[in-house]
């Protein structure tokens, strides 16, 4: 970054650019949740499921957000890794109704967190444990618990409940995200 750069970064004349996965198993609201944190002018009313990615640009006042919505399915899943290196948050969204697949999210989410491009990095990751308004949700401590998030002790987390369809939960999330890439050197 040249000296101008840095001078306008200091002086708050420039965004911070920052790219964001959004990872999660297939069905577990991703799209959802990206196309909600859209003004309501700009939001979809049918959400598909995911082929390969999406991209969307989002912006604050100091911020200027990429993120990639990524396909949970199966076969597209072996796409995440390449998007590692040039991240600087990851949001992992999780169906908290879907106890069956509890431990194959959770397999992905320790595949991630070993993989040697983001293993030595302290990047922030957000989880929305999605879908709390469903009568077979479980809390999102027991989401927590299920994941092994205690686990994660060389990166700053935080797991919120929501319920992407009324986009409950999703702006204390945004804003525990925004305040971590805040904080975090150029
Ligand atoms: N009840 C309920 N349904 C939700 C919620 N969030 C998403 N859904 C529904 O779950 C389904 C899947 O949502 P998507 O946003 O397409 O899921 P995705 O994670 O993007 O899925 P892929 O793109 O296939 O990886 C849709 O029918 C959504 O309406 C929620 O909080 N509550
Ligand atoms: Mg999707």
Redesign the pocket.
Known sequence: MGLFDKLAGWLGLKKKEVHVLCL?L????????INKLKPSNAQTQD????IGFTIEKFKTSSLSFTVF?M???GRYRNLWEHYYKDCQAIIF?IDSSDKLRMVVAKEELDTLLNHPDLKHRRIPILFFA?????RDAVSSVKVSHLLALENIKDKPWHICA????KGEGLQEGVDWLQDQIQLMKT
């Open positions: 999660g297939d069905n577990s609201g991703k799209t959802t949740i959400i598909v499921p995911t919505d396909s949970g399915q969204v999605n879908k709390m308004d469903l929501s319920d992407a369809l």
